[in-house]
């Protein structure tokens, strides 16, 4: 087994009574690319900062290259960095910009130019080189600041949040730029974000965060198909899984609110179905009674509000759906698609076998 890349083992980050990173372990195999990816506070870009040693460890150890870099300075740990802001200097040119931590370490003229040209072609800034920032559009100050950190030529690159300083556009073009240079040069990098469209899009492994603790780790599809939590099947998706509140029918587990019928074998008291979106049917004749409220066209598909009684969940529907006032319709999904978890822990429980909806 190859040795990890960048470690943590148990590590903790404090300031008083305020747990911002609170015992987290993982691994960064070389050459991949992790997500960390949380709401605002849960400790993901501290993380970062601890791994790039801007922040000093509470406690626990941090180790790059199977060695323990926990007291050393940035400077010691062979890492490039990209930052959400750009960090240009504004009386500096592009060129001047990209090879300027080349020349603090006194890096040969001759070697500069030839990292430079090469790394200039790679991001597309080849014709832009004398240009200053201020002649520069964001995604352009963006390959600017990629182009810094790969020139370094370290194995690991750490990203906080590089993106979301860009309009849609620009973002969507960027994740393919960055996840493709990674692919190309074999660099390790460990990306921070809020949003999981890119977590999902870009990584090869995310590792969700709330609280300053890890919720749960592991490949994009782990997180989506099996969410250990209802805090990670609210956050993984687009829109995110429906919750729905069970409670003891005649015939097993029914919807709060509903018709009765059986969704899930055995009692429901203080458990919650999760269904997402996209794995619901609407019919007029079979399946879950319950009655839409509202239609978003998006052009491909239609997120139909449906209500069974008090609860709402969300329905992605292929192409454009009319909804008229109070529509009665029928819900059915398959029984492989339904989630269960505790309603006071969040947790997934494992075992229970659903009923299918499905027509």
Sequence with gaps: MALAEIALDRVSKHWGGTRAVDDISFEVPPNRFVVLLGPSGCGKSTTLRLIAGLEEVTSGRILIHNTDVTSLPPSSRRLSMVFQSYALFPHLSVAENIVFGLKVRRVDPRARRERLDRVATLVGLSDLLERKPAQLSGGQRQRVALARAIIAEHPICLMDEPLSNLDARLRHDMRIEIHSLQRRLGMTV??????????????????????????????????????????????????????????????????????????????????????????????????????????????????????????????RVPGRVHVAAEQPVCLGWRSRDAHVFETGSGRRVEGREAVTTEI
């Excluded at 069970?246 to 269904?275: E, F, Q, S, Y």
């Excluded at 019919?283 to 066209?297: H, I, K, Q, W």
């Design 190 to 315: 460990v990306y921070v974000t809020h949003d999981q469209v890119e977590a999902m899009s870009m990584a090869d492994h995310i590792i969700l965060m709330r609280d300053g603790r890890i919720e749960q780790e592991g490949e994009p599809e782990d997180l989506y198909s099996r969410p250990v939590s209802t805090f990670a099947a609210g956050f993984i998706g687009t829109p995110p899984m429906n919750l729905l509140e069970l409670v003891d029918g005649p015939a097993g587990a029914a919807i709060a609110g509903g018709d009765g019928r059986a969704v899930l074998h055995g009692g429901g008291t203080g458990l919650k179905l999760g269904v997402r979106p996209e794995d619901i049917r609407l019919s007029e004749t079979a399946g879950v009674p319950a009655y839409l409220v509202n239609a978003e066209y998006l052009g491909a598909d239609t997120i139909v509000t449906a209500r069974i009684a008090q609860q709402s969940l969300l329905v």
